[in-house]
């Protein structure tokens, strides 16, 4: 793509085109980048450094705010990655500040959870590893638990005094901000969480309200065949509450294939082109600086491509054989625009380009 564009990179009209890139599956595996990755990134950028292709990365991960992703992402690529360019699965999270004004909410995951949302602007948030630290025999297995968790949230450090009443004040709201680390545990506080309307070990109460991140079933990361996700987890939370509950679990899952993550991220992608390209004019081709394509490049079918086809136009999916998808041909399900073996590819066979 970038390839393309720079047949005429020197017109003043912006690109009529954009790009947003899973990261795992696509660009990462596990902790390293996949073959051609830093170099796909780079071709985006001019000699000088300065984005020449509008684009970000949008995944259904997270754990850690925006702004740390994006500078391990530069770190990672050898390229200067802006915030806005990344958007997490837990990114929407900020918009449901106001709803929780002075509540206090659990943060659950891998990272940095409770850091993410008082960045988000949650002003009482409490990680699962600190909150359940409050409560003595919550964890029967916890005795038996001989490694220790590397923790790096600062809220999650077990306190001798709580930082809010847990014994008395419910828990308000419970966000999964990315995959939990230790499945019984979690499982186990969050049942208590939710069967007890937020007080664990009082009686029944009503639920409180419930988000996930993400709902992959499946992701890639650095073993041969696919992990377990966050989708996963929602599965066996919800089999469990619904069996020692007489009512259903209720929660609301974010993430892709949601469109609604879509028409964000082509919003960010418009910003973002308006910051890069402050004079130009709109191409031909497009009307009230609305990109033409918007090209999903993703690993996982029933995720990105998903996404990509229920969002529709100016949406595009390319395929990488990379992570989840490993097949010959296109999905039977979910099929992607374009099929490739890597993210990094040369030819012309993108439709819809420049
Ligand atoms: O935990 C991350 C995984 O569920 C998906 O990441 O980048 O493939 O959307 P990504
Ligand atoms: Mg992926």
């Known amino acids: 793509l970038a390839q393309r564009f720079s047949h005429s990179a020197a017109a003043p009209a912006r690109p009529s085109f954009a790009i947003a890139f899973d990261i795992d599956g696509v660009i990462i595996r596990g902790r390293s980048p996949i073959e051609g990755s830093p170099e796909a990134i780079r071709r985006l950028y001019s000699e000088d450094g300065t984005l020449k292709i509008p684009f970000l990365f949008l995944t259904n991960g997270g754990g850690v705010p925006e702004h740390r992703r994006a500078l391990e992402l530069s770190k990672l ?76 949230d600062n809220n999650s450090s077990a306190k001798v005094h ?82 020692i509950n007489d009512h259903p679990l209720k929660y609301t899952s974010y993430g892709k294939p949601n469109p609604f993550v879509f028409k964000n991220a082509a919003s960010i992608l418009e910003k973002l082109v308006m910051s890069m390209y402050p004079n130009s004019q709109a191409s031909n081709e497009v009307n009230d600086h609305q990109f033409s394509t918007i090209y999903m490049v993703g690993d996982n079918p029933k995720v ?13 999916s390319i395929l990488t054989r990379t992570g989840v998808f490993r097949g010959k041909d296109n999905d039977p399900v979910f099929p992607a625009d374009v099929l490739k073996d890597l993210v990094l590819f040369t030819d012309h066979s993108v439709p819809h380009g420049p």
């Open 162 to 243: 709580p930082l809010y009443d847990v014994y008395a004040e419910r828990v308000k709201g419970v966000f999964v901000v990315s995959d939990p680390v230790d499945w019984g545990r979690d499982l186990q506080v969050l049942c208590d969480i939710l069967s007890t309307g937020g007080l664990p070990g009082s009686g029944k109460g009503d639920q409180p309200p419930l988000y996930f991140a993400a709902d992959d079933l499946e992701y890639q990361a650095a073993f041969p065949s696919e992990r377990l996700g966050m989708g996963a987890f929602r599965i066996a939370l919800e089999s469990i509450y619904n069996k």
């Open 77 to 152: 690529l050898g390229v200067d990655i802006s915030p806005a360019q990344v958007m997490h699965g837990h990114s929407p999270y900020r918009e449901l500040v106001n709803r929780f004004e002075n509540d206090l909410i659990v943060a659950v995951g891998k990272g940095e959870p409770a850091l993410v949302m008082s960045e988000y602007g949650f002003r009482k948030v409490l990680s699962m590893d600190e909150y359940s630290s409050y409560f003595r025999d919550i964890d029967p297995l916890a005795p038996f638990k001989t490694w220790t968790v590397g923790q790096t």
């Open 304 to 316: 990105d491509i998903n996404g990509a086809l229920k969002a529709g136009r100016p949406w595009s």
